[in-house]
Each structure stands twice: as structure tokens, then as C-alpha cells.
């Protein structure tokens, strides 16, 4: 690991002491994971001390783990669950990155809105809860962004079906556009074979 990279993980444990659930520098990157009670004040030290200065916020999505690894998360998690946030964050001052997860409870799906620290967050936000169903606590204006008004379900969640649930078509008869159930046999996508061929031989064999 980077010199200050270590430097950060270390000033987080000291900073955070238990708050953190989970911290280290995975793919590259130092990661963090707090309870999503605790989000907003992490948050709000993570911008305004000095030490950290992260004050851009590059982007927040959502994660769906239910089938990541065949349900085995502990990779990447402390404690696993299925649906969570995740912040990615810059500090120019300091020259450095973050990214912060939480997990939020799969009943409620509520976790706090970060618009008020950072402005950016707004239509991040709205396309987590576009495509996953997750409900931004504080949001201004929360509401679909990129699936149209009339949309059912949320298109980025594991168990979201690859056909939809409705399709929609202009009526003439109606003259407006009419929502109706899918009307094309469900499918699967499976993975395509991999030949053995030239491309993957192995150098100086027969």
C-alpha cells in the first residue's frame, strides 16, 4: 500500500476510532464503511476538517450484493446485507481519494440524503433511487431521473427481470401513449463459451 494511502486509513482509525465498521485500501482505493446512523456527521468531518478536506463529491451509488460471489460479501464487508451506498470522494487540497460505504436496511431503504454537504449528490441521489429504489431521507426533490414517469420497478436491482414488467405503445384509439404487460417470453442471458483457440494458447506449447 501507498505511504499515503497508509497515512489516511491510520488518520481515519484515529479520527473515527469505532464509528468505522470496516476500513482498508481496496482495489486501489482507501475504503471506509460506517452504520447509516452515523453517515451525515462522518460526512460532515470528512469535508470540513482540514486534515481531510474532502470537499467534492465525485459520485454516490447504489449496490445491489445479492448475488455477488453467490451471496459470499465478506470479501468486501463487514457484516454483508444486501443493498448499499457508496460515496466517492476528492480532496484537492490534500490530493486524495476516498470512497465510503454504508448499508442500509433492505425493509426500509432509507438512508440519509448528503445533498446539504454536497450539492452534487442531488441527481446522484435521484438515479440511486431511480434504479434501485433507494429513498434519500432530506432530499429536495426526489423522483425519477432516467426511467420514464409510468415505470415500474427499479431496473438496476439483481432480481429486476431482463424483459421488465410492462411495455408501453402509442394508442391510436386513445391517442396517448398506454402502459400493458410485457407481452415477449422471458429470457436468460447466458454467458458465451470460450474457445480454445489461437487467442488463448499458451506460448510454447504444442
Not at 453517515?39 to 447504489?62: H, N, T
Not at 420514464?148 to 424483459?163: A, I, M, S, T
Request: aromatic content about 12%; hydrophobic content about 40%.
Amino acid at each position: 500500500m501507498e505511504k499515503s494511502k497508509q497515512t489516511l486509513v491510520e488518520q481515519l482509525q484515529h479520527r473515527f476510532g469505532d464509528t468505522l465498521l470496516w476500513s482498508q485500501c481496496a482495489m486501489g482505493e482507501v475504503t471506509i464503511e460506517v452504520a447509516s446512523n452515523e453517515l451525515l456527521d462522518v460526512c460532515q468531518i470528512l469535508r470540513d476538517e482540514s486534515g481531510f478536506a474532502f470537499e467534492m463529491l465525485i459520485d454516490v451509488c447504489g449496490v445491489d450484493y445479492s448475488e455477488y460471489k453467490n451471496g459470499q460479501v465478506n470479501r468486501f464487508t463487514s457484516k454483508g446485507g444486501r443493498f448499499a451506498v457508496v460515496y466517492h470522494l476528492l480532496s484537492v487540497k490534500n490530493n486524495q481519494r476516498l470512497r465510503v460505504r454504508t448499508f442500509i436496511d433492505e425493509e426500509a431503504l432509507r438512508v440519509a440524503s448528503v445533498v446539504e454537504i454536497w450539492n452534487s449528490a442531488n441527481w446522484f441521489e435521484r438515479e440511486a433511487f431511480d434504479l434501485f429504489g433507494i429513498l434519500f431521507e432530506g432530499h429536495p426533490d426526489l423522483r425519477r431521473l432516467l426511467t420514464d414517469y409510468g415505470f415500474v420497478g427499479h431496473p438496476f436491482r439483481k432480481d429486476f427481470p431482463l424483459e421488465g414488467y410492462v411495455e408501453m405503445r402509442y394508442d391510436a384509439d386513445k391517442k396517448r401513449v398506454v402502459y400493458e404487460p410485457v407481452s415477449i417470453q422471458p429470457r436468460v442471458n447466458a454467458p458465451r463459451v470460450i474457445r480454445k483457440d489461437h487467442r488463448f494458447a499458451v506460448k510454447g506449447s504444442a
